[in-house]
T-cell receptor, first 110, second 117 residues
Framework: GDSVTQMEGPVTLSEEAFLTINCTYTATGYPSLFWYVQYPGEGLQLLLKATKADDKGSNKGFEATYRKETTSFHLEKGSVQVSDSAVYFCALNSGYALNFGKGTSLLVTP | EAGVTQFPSHSVIEKGQTVTLRCDPISGHDNLYWYRRVMGKEIKFLLHFVKESKQDESGMPNNRFLAERTGGTYSTLKVQPAELEDSGVYFC???????????????FGEGSRLTVL
């Protein structure tokens, strides 16, 4: 079935460091791809999305490009802040459902 | 506007007992989803309601799980009898009919953590 695989965490970075969280997908069709974020004490919220190949999703300084040739949707941010500490989930849509990865915990230290 | 609310936030029960989790979606959201995250694993889809009807329940693990959405408003997820492997965080999400998994614009609650001893 359709699935996503994302890098295991936790990831610890210093403030202003560059962030990459890898995500690859397996799908029979052409799904849309998403990154969700869960901040401490909150529910998951959609961070960004891309609906077709070569689309770039962006929000809050985060970016991810839908790469069909490498079946990837890596999340990047040029300069992380302490407030970015959260768990990040890569996901794709399959039928009526979203299929999520295991999540990557990010801790940004001052 | 209130977000998706879930109750209880944490429940600790013994194997064989019954637990009922509740989800109140955002007002006016006809789509309601249940997901589960077992520790260290992916967030897994359980089922999807459109109003009071089950649209897709392919992710429900077995017949010990029963989900209802009376009147198309709040939803409950009952586990009876609970087993050790049912431990995890149960997430509820909602969206308007115009969005959902196809757009990825789901609004999630904070989750209900279930611990079965």
């Amino acid at each position: 079935g359709d699935s996503v695989t994302q890098m295991e965490g936790p990831v610890t970075l210093s403030e202003e460091a560059f962030l990459t969280i890898n995500c690859t997908y397996t799908a029979t069709g052409y799904p849309s791809l998403f990154w969700y974020v869960q901040y401490p004490g909150e529910g998951l919220q959609l961070l960004l999305k891309a609906t077709k190949a070569d689309d770039k999703g962006s929000n809050k300084g985060f970016e991810a490009t839908y790469r069909k040739e490498t079946t990837s949707f890596h999340l990047e941010k040029g300069s992380v802040q302490v407030s970015d500490s959260a768990v990040y989930f890569c996901a794709l849509n399959s039928g009526y459902a979203l299929n999520f990865g295991k999540g990557t915990s990010l801790l940004v230290t001052p | 506007e209130a977000g998706v609310t879930q109750f209880p936030s944490h429940s600790v029960i013994e194997k064989g007992q019954t637990v009922t989790l509740r989800c109140d979606p955002i007002s006016g959201h006809d789509n309601l989803y249940w997901y589960r995250r077992v520790m260290g694993k992916e967030i897994k889809f359980l089922l999807h309601f459109v109003k009071e009807s089950k649209q897709d329940e392919s992710g429900m693990p077995n017949n010990r799980f029963l989900a209802e959405r009376t009147g198309g408003t709040y939803s409950t997820l009952k586990v009876q009898p609970a087993e050790l492997e049912d431990s995890g965080v149960y997430f509820c999400a909602s969206s308007p009919l115009t969005s959902g998994a196809n757009t990825g614009e789901l609004f999630f609650g904070e989750g209900s953590r279930l611990t079965v001893l």
